[in-house]
């Protein structure tokens, strides 16, 4: 349950991280990899690797819908002696009791949600979601909305690697 807990308490400090992200990108910024924008925050001291999807699907009933959705963003966030904790935020409150499919290359892997923002279930899935985004070329991200809709986000690759490791350093 504590496990729990600290998710949830690292999913109200990303959302600031988010918020900050996309509010103060000129000032956060500090590096950009292709596809990934590196972040840092001094206090408390968080850095992130962030990207937008290069492409969007949504669908209702196998049909393409137009869907009102806010930032959509695929989050690693390192902190000071920790490793990287993976997040997405699709842009919309996820059906309740729902899972986002991530498949990286064809290999897939679930993340659990709670309202707009979705995660692997424990530090060990981290890990092996990290491995598999590192040597891969592309991730999508399937989810469904509360309200029905069916979301599919294409996230790029390029360039996770060269950011993941320049937040994790900025980081120590």
């Given at each position: 349950?504590?496990?729990?807990?600290?998710?949830?308490?690292?999913?109200?400090?990303?959302?600031?991280?988010?918020?900050?992200a996309h509010a103060q990108e000129s000032s956060n910024r500090v590096a950009t990899?292709?596809?990934w924008s590196v972040f840092t925050e001094e206090t408390p001291k968080e850095c992130w690797g962030v990207s937008k999807p290069t492409e969007t699907v949504n669908t209702r009933d196998g049909q393409p819908?137009?869907?009102?959705?806010?930032?959509?963003?695929?989050?690693?966030?390192?902190?000071?002696?920790?490793?990287?904790?993976?997040?997405?935020?699709?842009?919309?409150?996820?059906?309740?009791?729902?899972?986002?499919?991530?498949?990286?290359?064809?290999?897939?892997?679930?993340?659990?949600?709670?309202?707009?923002?979705?995660?692997?279930?424990?530090?060990?899935?981290?890990?092996?979601?990290?491995?598999?985004?590192k040597g891969g070329t592309a991730a999508v991200?399937?989810?469904k909305s509360g309200k029905g809709t069916q979301t599919v986000d294409t996230f790029s690759?390029?360039?996770?690697?060269?950011a993941m490791e320049d937040a994790g350093k900025r980081c120590q």
């Amino acid at each position: 349950m504590s496990s729990l807990f600290s998710r949830l308490a690292m999913l109200a400090a990303m959302s600031f991280a988010a918020f900050g992200a996309h509010a103060q990108e000129s000032s956060n910024r500090v590096a950009t990899m292709t596809d990934w924008s590196v972040f840092t925050e001094e206090t408390p001291k968080e850095c992130w690797g962030v990207s937008k999807p290069t492409e969007t699907v949504n669908t209702r009933d196998g049909q393409p819908v137009a869907a009102k959705r806010s930032a959509i963003l695929f989050f690693v966030t390192f902190r000071p002696g920790e490793p990287g904790a993976i997040s997405f935020t699709g842009g919309y409150p996820f059906a309740a009791g729902s899972t986002v499919e991530v498949a990286i290359d064809g290999q897939p892997y679930q993340f659990f949600t709670d309202g707009e923002w979705a995660w692997p279930g424990s530090a060990a899935d981290d890990a092996t979601v990290l491995a598999a985004l590192k040597g891969g070329t592309a991730a999508v991200l399937t989810a469904k909305s509360g309200k029905g809709t069916q979301t599919v986000d294409t996230f790029s690759l390029r360039g996770f690697t060269a950011a993941m490791e320049d937040a994790g350093k900025r980081c120590q």
